[in-house]
């Protein structure tokens, strides 16, 4: 029987094996289109489509006047999740296999009405007002992470709390801020999933829009049951693994 696959999944997937596979190295050039037009009998705009997945899956990128490369697809390392780590709206800790490197950030406060779904998760009604921070991490001053979080201003606001990243509790992490204005955080759930980067995230990232990225929704509980912050991490899936450490009571 014939190959069913559309032209264009097919010399994707050929060239998917063939980086798999070592055929193609790291680095090497993937074959020009006029080359995969030749081999496979194609159109221009399939053997573009079927770059561009090849991108999207972090296979390859673009190099402006020189063509498509095979790209470096190896973990770079994991991102260590711990109680430590989670109190914070990133993992602060990289592990690469020697000692744990620090995060760099930049973070921008700016107070906003409550998207519905981020109101759904706080607990509020949509429009109220929360302060939004966008963070931006870099570890050996190569793109890594971004997170934005929200918290309520019904709980913040009037408070030195009320930024996360100034004042005397900046930095601190949700736990001990918090705590600065008597309200006690006792659990945080976080849902990991996956989807493509948007243009945006793909530019801070440093990958192809349409790339996968992991993304990480998590959510402050305080001890009556209140939500008190909720953030979304993102990080480039193919660089990147997450590594939780859960201790065990007893």
């Known amino acids: 029987m014939g190959d069913s696959r559309p032209v264009y999944q097919r010399i994707a997937d050929d060239l998917r094996q063939q980086i798999d596979e070592g055929v193609l190295a790291v680095g090497a050039r993937i074959p020009s289109r006029s080359e995969l037009k030749r081999t496979y009998a194609a159109s221009d705009q399939t ?7 090849l991108k999207a899956a972090g296979y390859a990128e673009g190099q402006f006047g020189r063509g498509v490369f095979v790209t ?7 991102l260590l999740r711990t109680a430590e780590e989670v109190d914070s709206p990133f993992a602060a800790r990289i ?9 760099l950030w930049e973070a921008t ?3 906003a009405d409550a998207p519905p779904r981020i109101a759904e998760r706080l607990g509020i009604a949509a429009g109220d007002r929360v302060m939004c921070t966008q963070y931006e991490y870099l570890a050996d001053r190569r793109p890594l992470q971004l997170a934005t979080s929200w918290e309520p201003l019904a709980l ?10 100034r004042g005397p509790y900046a930095r601190r992490g949700v736990r001990e801020r918090f705590a600065a204005i008597g309200v006690r955080v006792v ?14 995230e793909a530019e801070a990232l440093g990958c192809s829009p349409g790339q996968c990225v992991t993304v990480i929704e998590r959510t402050h509980h305080a001890a009556d049951g209140r939500a008190v912050e909720t953030s979304d991490i993102v990080v480039r899936a193919d660089r990147w693994r997450l590594e939780y450490h859960i201790a065990f009571p007893g």
Do not use: H, I, K, Q
Not at 72 to 78: E, F, I, L, N, Q
Not at 95 to 103: E, K, R, S, V, W
Not at 156 to 165: A, L, M, Q, S
């Open 47 to 53: 053997v573009d489509r079927a770059v561009r997945v």
């Open 72 to 78: 470096d697809r190896r973990p770079a390392g994991s």
């Open 95 to 103: 592990n690469t296999g020697g000692a744990p490197t620090p995060l």
């Open 109 to 111: 406060s700016t107070t």
């Open 156 to 165: 913040t606001e009037g408070t030195e709390v009320v930024f996360p990243e």
């Open 187 to 200: 659990r945080a759930t976080e849902l990991v999933g996956s989807r493509p980067a948007t243009t945006l």
